[in-house]
Nanobody
Framework: QVQLVESGGGLVQAGRSLRLSCVVS????????MGWYRQAPGKQRELVAE???????KYADSVKGRSTLFRDSAKNAMFLEVDSLKPEDTAVYYC???????????????WGQGTQVTVSS
């Protein structure tokens, strides 16, 4: 059974940095795409950063220039670092992944349970 396990959220002061981690657990053949989304109270879930086909990273304008998305393929893990945190970064952050499960091409996609990030001013 494939699961996404997130960690790294918490209470952070404005201006500080934070690293979120997402690990794909279970037996998989390959990770096709991964990304981070966030949802603030009363707002829709929005993209923060994701890997596009070909390996290029895509960032939302709200975090562009102060965030870095990177992967550790050996550990089936993805990390999101956000610098210069702002109170408006406060949200539940969700990891997303689309994977291929086997050589036949069976696919799976899903979300992590979410991790709360609260930025105090």
């Amino acid at each position: 059974q494939v699961q996404l396990v997130e960690s790294g959220g918490g209470l952070v002061q404005a201006g500080r940095s934070l690293r979120l981690s997402c690990v794909v657990s279970g037996s998989i053949f390959s990770i096709d795409d991964m990304g981070w989304y966030r949802q603030a109270p009363g707002k829709q879930r929005e993209l923060v950063a994701e890997t596009e086909k070909g390996g290029r990273m895509k960032y939302a304008d709200s975090v562009k220039g102060r965030s870095t998305l990177f992967r550790d393929s050996a550990k089936n893990a993805m990390f999101l670092e956000v610098d210069s945190l702002k109170p408006e970064d406060t949200a539940v952050y969700y990891c997303y992944a689309g994977v291929t499960l086997d050589e036949v091409g069976t696919t799976w996609s899903g979300w992590g349970q979410g991790t709360q990030v609260t930025v105090s001013s």
